[in-house]
């Protein structure tokens, strides 16, 4: 079909609007192009062919688009995957390639400047010196941003710049030539037989680190003159070339060499190996325990594929929290990997962008965004712990899961995925454990028992009369760490301010009569009584002054902070040495390794810390574990809770033991029946799946039942409210079941308030379109659709 005109989104900022241009020929969807945009020449996207005009344009008012500037700016996938991704999860594509591309494609806010000239001019005035100063300092070459941000209004001091012509301005886009130029070393097939030593140490280093270094990574291992690398070129036994340097983040690691697999590892690369040959989509799960040689058999995986000539996409949780999973690949391949995430700089997320697109990159690690990263030859997928929540987003359009996405792209390249985790998702487990593509990696290397969990009952403390946060079991442990040079880990979950309620003496957790799940308890307002409800379906009472099922009145809503245990451990043992690690301790950048380093080196005898301390850490020296109380993640108010407390559990029991001493993991509770702590206790991991799966089968609840949320936000709490009821109503229908509405979770956060509506699906048939429940929410009213939610 030829239709004339197309619609392009324009680089201009904050724009969600597409406009209409006449088409030239040779353009497709997915090109960049210029065009005319007022005054201006801007570039765009083209999104799509249009048949009809808009009403209020006549074919004479439609301009031409300018040029071509990128015909197939993406690998031919790649523009269907995110209309699918705009389909599926129900936004505009505008919204996802937003997220697909990085900044500074298009805003024109991160236009940038360049200074051009060195010698000062004579007069500048005051501003426009302010900027030379920037300027000339530094890289000379910065986002226009920025000098907004440092000289506030310099917008006619950037143009008396740029009228005396010592800076010039572009806008930051692919393929624009705003590169960056450094010398590449090669080594070639010269004769080396007769080297000076300096020569030779120079081809040394050059052998050692795959025969291709830049100057600048040469010079840091060996300090060579010019003219030694002059002589070498003579001499035929090294090029120089002048090659495009692309920035990145990158730090020197020592390079490594493959392991000798053991058996279990042989049989995982063969089986993955089998089914990267296949050429055909594969879904593998690799279920393996914390330290059971999973890293190593994606290495190798790996290796094969790059030996193949192409590409692997990594995808792991959260880059600040696994340095060291990301430090072993790029001991083994070097240069070829590429960290993509949102902790990098602006400069160094284009320029990773722009070299994963031009197909520089071997393998591209990166957190949940990083799906979307345009690999031209891409082999294999892998999404590490791949039952962590961190996939979905679930703040702002579109809510995707990077493990749907990964699994629609390996799909349409007919590659194989790859699953890893030692605590699958119950999705994971259901779609695999009972395939070919399961394989178990069940022992770790070398081969060490698991440590022991042991539980211990609060209610039991209770009636000995303590009434501190620890039991004497753990404060046993506590004083004896110390003498032992050893350490210990006190996990504390929580989630939120949000709390449930229960009962001290017996363990009856107050549960929503309609839904199933825990009671939320919230704080009250000033002299009201305080309220427990169910933020699925709203349902609301006051919390009991007794217990309804043992009558005591120690019913209390739960949970306490790190802060309180730190207060508390240093209350009790003065003299000992304690850690915190939580969000807050760490919000700054590279916080949290150096609260990691400083634990390591000994400087602490106990961490304190939330769910972060779940995440892949080695820690030799901690031989004891203590979860303050499961409760807090076995009530949570979310039909997930009990598979999340499952994972979080065995993930911080995990940590434990790890070095030459034996570790112990303590469990407190107050529900000391659950049986999810009876499955953890015994690592039966398996079973518990089982019995979960059942139970969700049974409620209609994912993988069985399809679930969207419908998050609403805004200011004014009762038009939030009225709106959520509003679309209740709209939504009844005999194709699901709408549930609430009800506030959310987290009822109110940064001054908006959220509320809530759940659509639950029976069967496994499609949502239809529901775009159109954004035209009804009045102004002040956000929506936003999560398809397939996580957090609840
Ligand atoms: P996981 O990713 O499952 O936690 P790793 O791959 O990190 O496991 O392996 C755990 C430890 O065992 C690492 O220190 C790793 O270097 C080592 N290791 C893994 N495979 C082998 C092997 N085949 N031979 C020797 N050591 C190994
Ligand atoms: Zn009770
Ligand atoms: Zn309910």
Known sequence: MFAPWVEVLVDVPGTTEVFTYQAIAGVTPGDVVQVPFGSRTLAGIVFGWVSELPKELTAAQVKPITAIIHTKLFPSDYWPLLQQVAGYYQTSLVNVLRLALPPGVFRRSQNRVTLTATPPPSTLSVKAQKLWDILSAGTRDYSRRYLEQKVPGCSTALRELSQLSVITSYCYFPGSPQAQYRQLVTLCTGDKTELTPAQKRVVEVLEHQGGELWHHDLQKQVKTSAITLQKLEKLGVITLQKRQWLRREMQGVTPDQPRCLTTDQQVAVTKILEAV?????????????????????????IAFILAQKKQALVLIPEIGLT?????????????????????????????????????????????RSAVFAPLPHLGLILLDEEHDA????????????????AQWRAQALHC???????????????????????????????????????????????????????????????????????QAILFVPRRGHSTFVSCRACGYVLPCPRCEVSLTYHQAEVAQEPLLYCHYCNWRQLQPQRCPACDS?????????TQRVVQELQRLWPQLRV?????????????????????????ADVLVGTQMLTKGLDLPKVTLVVVLAADGLL??????????AAQTLLQVAGRAGRGDQPGEVIIQTYSGEHP????????????????????????????????????????????????????????????WECIGPAPAFIPRLANRYRWQLLLKNTDDSPWPDLRWLHRRCPQGVQLLIDVDPVEL
Not at 342 to 351: A, C, I, Q, T
Not at 635 to 644: K, N, T
């Open 553 to 561: 009145s120690f019913l209390k809503h739960f949970g306490c902070g």
């Open 635 to 644: 009530h949570l108010g979310d039909y997930r809770a009990q598979e999340r």
């Open 579 to 603: 850690l915190r690690y939580d969000r807050d301790s760490t919000s700054g950048k590279g916080a949290h390794r150096e609260i990691m380093q400083e634990f390591q080196s000994g400087a």
């Open 676 to 735: 999810v702590l009876d499955a953890v206790c015994c690592y039966a991991y398996n079973a518990l799946m089982t019995q979960e799966l059942r139970q969700r089968q049974e409620l209609g609840y994912p993988p069985w039942g399809r679930l969207v949320l419908l998050r609403l936000s805004g200011l004014d709490e009762n038009l939030v409210a009225q709106t959520a009821q509003k679309l209740a109503i709209q939504l009844q229908s005999e194709h």
């Open 416 to 486: 194989p995925i790859i699953f890893g985790s030692a605590t699958p998702s119950a999705e994971t487990w259901h779609a695999l454990a009972e395939s070919r593509g399961y394989i178990s990696l069940p022992e770790r290397i070398p081969p060490r028992p698991l440590p022991p969990i042991r539980l211990v009952d609060m209610r039991v403390e209770l009636v000995k009369k303590n009434f501190s946060l620890f039991s004497q079991y753990v404060q046993q442990k506590i004083v004896q760490l110390q003498d032992k040079s050893q």
């Open 390 to 405: 961190s996939f979905k987003q679930s703040q702002m359009a579109p809510c995707y899961h990077a493990r749907t996405v």
């Open 323 to 367: 340095p060291q999973l990301t430090e072993r690949f790029r001991a083994r391949f070097g240069s070829q990997v590429w960290v993509y995430h949102s902790g990098l700089s602006e400069g160094e997320r284009y320029d990773t962008w722009r070299a994963v697109w031009q197909g520089e990159a071997g393998v591209v690690i990166g957190t």
């Open 277 to 301: 040959a296949s050429r055909q989509y594969t879904e593998i799960l690799l279920h393996g325990i914390t330290g059971s040689g999973k890293t190593e058999v994606y290495l190798q995986v």
